[in-house]
């Protein structure tokens, strides 16, 4: 268990406010968590590690492009052939960061996304580092103020792993009504077209028509349409900021929605995404 998870339990943090977390935890001189990122996670990492960290914390989900885009407008362009090596080593020496396909994606495709793998690192430092290091030269309250809103804009990324988990969790326990064959995924592709969450059934033969998920098939009026998905959890949660619903797909089949979306299944709508500011 990683240390910060027993500090956090011995100051209280599942019977405290935010606020009080916060303070308790990072912002006062015995804080535990105060220094815990840049001594554990951050040692050997300095330069042009650190600098692709800090990107892929504020930008979640970018892609390689991306990434040499931002590094180039920091430190030129020859530092983009550099890109590829400080990937490699933050995600198969450190195991950092992670690299995530579409499903249904080949292993080689190019339309991978990276991602930070650890939630504290990834909060630590796109929405503490910055506030926490100020501590001494500004008023701790307005810190305290500008944490708890850079972290609202964190966690909005984190609940959708989360809500992936406890279906996973849900069908191992043989909970619900669709059985998982494999780890719940996303899709994207470059038309802008995503959907946060897929759950397959691998059980279940989708349309071979043209061997590609999401293939057309000929209806009876000669139209050809796109199979029809069903619904996992049978009801929608209401609401623009965090509306949606989990759909299964069989291994041929997919959904398309022409707008990202989070997707809270019904049976657990108690969960709520605050949308960050534009």
Avoid at 6 to 27: C, H, I
Avoid at 47 to 63: E, I, N, S, W
Avoid at 102 to 120: E, K, L, Q, T
Avoid at 162 to 171: D, H, N, P, T
């Amino acid at each position: 268990m990683p240390k910060f998870y027993r500090d956090a339990f011995e100051q209280g943090v599942l019977g405290a406010d935010r606020r009080t977390v916060l303070r308790s935890l990072f912002f006062s001189s015995s804080s535990p968590l105060r220094n815990e990122a840049d001594n554990g996670f951050l040692r050997e990492l300095r330069g042009r590690y650190d600098m692709v960290l800090q990107f892929l914390a504020k930008h979640p989900g970018c892609t390689n492009a991306d990434i040499e885009a931002a590094m180039a407008d920091l430190s030129g362009p020859g530092e983009v052939r550099q890109v590829g090596g400080y990937l490699k080593i933050l995600s198969e020496r450190y195991r950092m960061i992670e690299r995530r396909l579409p499903i249904f994606a080949p292993p080689r495709a190019r339309s991978g996304r990276y991602y930070i793998r650890d939630n504290f690192l990834r909060a630590w430092l796109s929405a503490l580092q910055r506030p926490v290091s100020a501590v001494a030269f500004r008023p701790v309250e307005g810190l305290i103020d500008q944490a708890d809103e850079r972290l609202a804009e964190v966690e909005g990324h984190v609940l959708e792993g989360l809500v992936g988990q406890i279906y996973e969790e849900r069908s191992r326990r043989g909970m619900g009504d669709f059985p998982l064959s494999e780890r719940i995924q996303g899709y994207w592709d470059r038309s802008d077209v995503e959907i946060d969450l897929v759950a397959m059934d691998g059980r279940v033969r989708g349309d071979r028509s043209r061997g590609r998920p999401g293939a057309e098939r000929p209806s009876a009026g000669g139209r050809r349409d796109r199979p029809e998905l069903a619904r996992a959890d049978g009801g929608h949660v209401g609401g623009r900021s965090c509306g949606g619903a989990l759909y299964k797909a069989t291994p041929h089949a997919i959904i398309r929605r022409m707008r990202p979306m989070i997707i809270i299944p019904a049976p657990y709508s108690g969960l709520r995404w605050r949308k960050p500011a534009a």
